[in-house]
């Protein structure tokens, strides 16, 4: 009586063809598909229908000249959904009057009717429409212009050129809803041997921690609004990281923080960072690092505010110390 059963060797032949053949099948299948080869296609960044939150879609690279990817990335951003289940940052009721690109910079002169935008919508406006323009070749920087002049957000500062950098967090999370925020900084007097406190109000991005804005906003100095405050750390300090656990806010910046500024002091610089973060209800105290460790030249590990250093503007002006 034969076995029934597929001999060993068979059924291990019979396997290893079913597997060439599904393999073959999926190779077939990958070809049939569209492929988008990596560097081939660009982020178009559009606006939500909330308008609370800006979102991405995958186009092809435009190809040519700088002035051609412009126009074709231009066209992008004019581009509204078949479904209207997102908004094109360029056709939101306002009409774009001219381009010009020269040498990396790019300039977009716009209508009068850009300034109808809520103040939320603006900065999303604005931030896709920069996030997406940079993509083209040596676009290094966007201006947009209403009617020729300056722009000016919410705060009534000048807005000026923007790059990519100020439209994305540092882990590369991309830009996502807005908030309005109302902080307090303390920057040096012209001795640099005191702080002074100054209010600032600015729309942020609610994906970066408010302690990371807050240190981002000490290192950006004084608006200029007012006289009389300087900038407390060297504007070329790189923020490395950012965290707050327990209560302690662990600041940890390179080497570009030992730097000296307008004579101010070791001491300034730090409570400069400590007493702005130490004004958040989360934060207690703040360990301030350098390239992850700390320096010898700190007198403490971790720092406490410290309201002995705080002046005022007209006390400072007068030359009296508090």
Not at 123 to 147: K, S
Request: aromatic fraction near 8%; include cysteine.
């Amino acid at each position: 009586m034969k076995n029934a059963a597929m001999p060993q060797k068979r059924r291990w032949v019979w396997m290893l063809v079913c597997l060439c053949m599904a393999g073959l099948l999926c190779v077939l299948a990958a070809c049939g598909e569209e492929q988008k080869p990596k560097g081939l296609t660009v982020q178009a960044y559009f606006v939500s229908n909330s308008e609370t939150k800006v979102e991405t879609h995958e186009y092809a690279k435009p190809a040519g000249a700088t002035e051609e990817q412009i126009k074709t990335l231009m066209s992008y951003l004019s581009a509204t959904s078949e479904k209207m289940t997102y908004k094109a940052p360029l056709a939101m009721g306002f009409s774009v009057l001219g381009v010009e690109y020269k040498d990396g910079s790019l300039v977009l002169n716009v209508d009068k009717q850009y300034q109808t935008l809520s103040a939320t919508t603006e900065v999303l406006v604005r931030a896709a429409i920069v996030r997406t323009l940079v993509q083209a070749d040596n676009v290094n920087r966007v201006q947009i212009l209403v009617e020729g002049s300056q722009l000016y957000d919410a705060a009534g500062d000048q807005v000026g050129w923007m790059t990519a950098d100020q439209f994305i967090y540092n882990d590369g999370s991309e830009i996502n809803s807005y908030d309005q925020v109302r902080v307090k900084l303390y920057f040096a007097n012209a001795e640099g041997n005191r702080l002074i406190a100054a209010y600032r109000e600015k729309y942020y991005s609610t994906n970066v921690p408010m302690e990371r804005f807050i240190v981002d906003e000490i290192l950006a100095g004084p608006s200029g609004k007012i006289a009389g405050l300087y900038r407390t750390v060297s504007a070329d300090t790189k923020i490395l990281s950012v965290m707050t656990k327990e209560g302690i806010c662990y600041v940890n910046l390179d080497g570009g923080f030992l730097s000296v500024v307008n004579n101010v002091s070791t001491e300034t610089a730090i409570y400069s960072i400590v007493n702005s973060l130490t004004e958040l209800p989360n934060v207690s105290r703040v360990q301030i690092l350098v390239n992850g460790e700390v320096p010898e030249t700190f007198e403490d590990a971790i720092y406490e505010r410290n309201m002995e250093l705080v002046t005022t503007l007209d006390h400072a002006q007068e030359g009296k110390g508090k």
